[in-house]
């Protein structure tokens, strides 16, 4: 049956504004940076929840909305994260990454320890749905990959714009999170994201982004 229909239309605006809204937009987010020392500086939950509200507005295959968010901020589940980890961490390091990868790495001056799992107040983990189970009849979710990547976008704009440092943490494999958190075997781990503030002796590695023209091509 077809959805209700409803009104949709945008803000009158000149071209002039509409630029300087996205500019104003770009400027802050060229200010993000991936983080990776943290203080342990509370968050209120109120905040995570509205940001995750953000998250839950992005577009979905069929509206199946195929996420589910897990936020920690449990001292005991945080430590149990970062051993598990750590653990998997140390595999990938010692050798899972092939050497072009770990080269990839030497920039950023990542390693297989991850101490701001626990200093961080917030762990927020984004679980993939492939499948679920409605009224006894199982249906299969669209897009998943695309949607959860389109709400963790959403998340990561939504924090940086409340003021709050986030990293895209991907331990591999991440079966362990589904394990420790007891979600459904139709559930995937797709992003394990620390949430807070920036340590006041925190640096990030200067990283420039490649021009947007170097990356785009117009068919005109």
């Not at 909305?65 to 897990?70: A, D, E, K």
């Not at 959860?148 to 991440?174: D, E, N, Q």
């Not at 990030?204 to 068919?219: H, I, M, S």
């Amino acid at each position: 049956m077809p959805a209700p229909r409803l009104p949709y239309s945008m803000p009158e605006l000149s071209d002039t504004d509409r630029i300087a809204r996205v500019e104003a937009l770009l400027a802050e987010m060229q200010s993000r940076r991936s983080c990776r020392d943290f203080s342990d500086r509370p968050v209120p939950r109120d905040l995570i929840e509205r940001c995750l509200a953000v998250a839950n507005t992005a577009p979905s295959g069929a509206n199946r909305q195929p996420w589910r968010f897990v936020a920690i901020d449990d001292v005991a589940i945080k430590h149990e994260i970062r051993l598990a980890a750590e653990a998997e961490e140390r595999e990938s390091y010692d050798w899972r990454m092939p050497p072009e990868w770990l080269e990839a790495l030497e920039p950023i001056g990542t390693d297989a320890q991850k101490p701001f799992l626990e200093i961080v107040p917030w762990l927020i983990v984004i679980f993939r749905v492939d499948w679920e189970i409605v009224r006894g009849t199982k249906y299969k979710n669209y897009y998943p990959v695309e949607s959860v990547g389109l709400a963790s976008g959403f998340f990561l704009a939504a924090c940086h714009r409340a003021g709050l440092a986030t990293l895209t943490h991907t331990p591999s494999p991440m079966g362990f999170l589904r394990d420790i958190l007891g979600r459904g075997k139709n559930e995937k781990p797709f992003l394990l994201i620390p949430v807070g503030y920036p340590a006041d002796d925190c640096t990030v590695p200067d990283l420039p982004k490649t021009d947007v023209c170097e990356l785009l091509q117009w068919n005109r």
